[in-house]
């Protein structure tokens, strides 16, 4: 990290907590120039929902390509094979089945 920050470490001639502590702080402050706090900005959930709102998608041009029987055999021998090891239904199959 020094190298990468250019922090000088070249009066480290042993591996000491104290040392190395410095060190870090100073790998630290060097990442984190500019910024004026640890809080992270996000969006408010309004923001976001409204965000989510100006998307139009119209589905009626969305083309959807059914699996063919051969694959859907192959993801089944591989779901057989996942619950084999696991001992254990899949979330798959779970979430799928009916209750």
């Not at 100073?26 to 976001?48: D, I």
């Not at 998608?57 to 699996?67: W, Y």
Request: aromatic share 6%; net charge negative; with cysteine.
């Amino acid at each position: 990290m020094c190298e990468r920050y250019f922090v000088d470490n070249s009066n480290r001639t042993l591996h000491g907590a104290l040392l190395d502590a410095r060190l870090l702080a100073e790998c630290y402050l060097a990442m984190t120039r500019g910024q004026e706090s640890l809080v992270m900005e996000l969006e408010t959930p309004a923001a976001a929902a409204a965000a989510l709102a100006a998307l139009s998608v119209d589905v009626s041009n969305l083309i959807v390509l059914r699996a063919l029987p051969d694959e859907l055999a192959l993801h089944e021998s591989y779901l057989d094979r996942m619950e084999k090891e696991a001992k254990g239904p899949s979330l798959w199959r779970r979430i799928l089945s009916p209750t």
